[in-house]
């Protein structure tokens, strides 16, 4: 075991590298700006940090296959970071989000047509960076692209009658989520030439990890006050998540005080914070981290069918990560 022990340190050390690499990368994408204001504009989410979930998984899947590459990984990590901050500017207008990243948001900062046009630029340049890495790379991105806009546009038509709402949610949230962090997963493995067997079990692994960690971040829309964003950002958008479709599918006659004032007019702070209150201290909390506990166990499984090593490790420990972000 010290020997693994040993083993996984200098895993841990070597995705931090990777990382650090990638930050550089970010950092020199905005330079690319025509001019200045596109150029802080930009590099306003961007350098506000965040948890940099995506490119941390392009690092590990990285050394699955036969044919390491750092310089083909550190791009893949900077092409999925970038089209997550993309998304995550037009997210913001659409979901007149003020806080991101513990900053103003940038349609907070710069107003809607702003945040948006940036938001078009990062993918521009994500697109830029993904040709470099050849034709696969490019129309799994495109298609990825494709899911992710597709999962957006579902949730905001909302379940279309007769349709199950918690399968719609869910549905949403592989697009609009899952999706990406699958092809972060994949992109990683790809960069090494790893066999037709690892990246189907890694997309599979990371569709599956991806909606653990959507739920999860939901939850935390509900639970943190800490979490970089407005909490109950989802509840005063009228957005139904885990745990209220959960309350919403409740039988219970003493939830129907809270379902009532779920289904009211939450603009006001004070009817906000009473609602939050109230859904923080519900039944439906405990049920929800429940099913991420049980959801990330089944992603876990896929692990079975990678390779033993330091990577596959890196990636059990991961699923304990998304998990503990809940509790
Ligand atoms: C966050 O969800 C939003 C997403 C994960 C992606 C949404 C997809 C698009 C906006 C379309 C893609 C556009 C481009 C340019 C690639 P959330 O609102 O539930 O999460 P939050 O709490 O972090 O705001
Ligand atoms: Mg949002
Ligand atoms: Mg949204």
């Known amino acids: 075991t010290t020997l693994t ?5 200098a895993f841990e050390a070597y995705v931090g590298d990777q990382l650090d690499a990638v930050e550089r990368r970010l950092s020199a994408i905005t330079l690319t700006a025509a001019n200045p204001f596109l150029a802080e504009a930009a590099e306003h989410i961007i350098a506000a940090g965040g948890k940099r979930f995506r490119p941390m998984l392009v690092a590990v899947t990285s050394q699955l296959g036969p044919q390491p590459n750092d310089a083909a990984a550190q791009i893949a990590a900077v092409v999925v970071e970038l089209t997550h901050v993309a998304s995550l500017y037009h997210d913001d207008v659409m979901d007149d989000a003020a806080l991101r990243r513990g900053v103003p948001s940038a349609n907070a900062a710069y107003g809607n047509s702003t945040a948006i046009m940036v ?24 298609d990825t692209f494709a899911e992710l806009v597709t999962g957006q546009i579902d949730e905001m038509r909302g379940p279309q009658p007769g349709h199950d709402a918690m399968l719609h949610y869910l549905n949403v949230v592989a697009g609009k989520t899952g999706a990406l962090i699958r092809t972060s997963a994949v992109f990683g493995a ?3 030439g790893a066999s037709r067997e690892v990246l189907d079990a890694l997309a599979q692994f990371g569709m599956q990890i991806g909606v653990v960690f959507q739920l999860a971040d939901d939850l935390m829309d509900i639970m943190s006050d800490d979490s970089g964003k407005a909490p109950g950002t989802d509840l005063r958008e009228g957005v139904s998540t885990l745990p209220t479709l959960m309350l919403a599918a409740s039988e219970d006659s003493d939830d129907d005080e809270l379902k009532s004032l779920i289904a009211g007019d939450l603009a006001d702070d004070d009817v906000l914070a009473r609602t939050l209150a109230m859904l923080r201290a519900n039944h439906v909390i405990e049920e929800a981290r429940a099913d991420i506990v049980q959801r990330a166990e089944l992603a876990r499984k896929q692990l079975d069918l990678l390779p033993d090593g330091a990577a596959t490790r890196a990636l059990s420990r991961l699923c304990d990560e998304v998990v503990s972000r809940s509790n």
């Open 119 to 142: 938001g078009d630029w990062l993918f521009a340049r994500a697109s830029n960076q993904v040709a470099t890495l050849g034709n696969d790379f490019v129309r799994m991105q495109a």
């Open 190 to 192: 790809m960069t090494s």
């Open 5 to 9: 022990q040993a083993e996984d340190e």
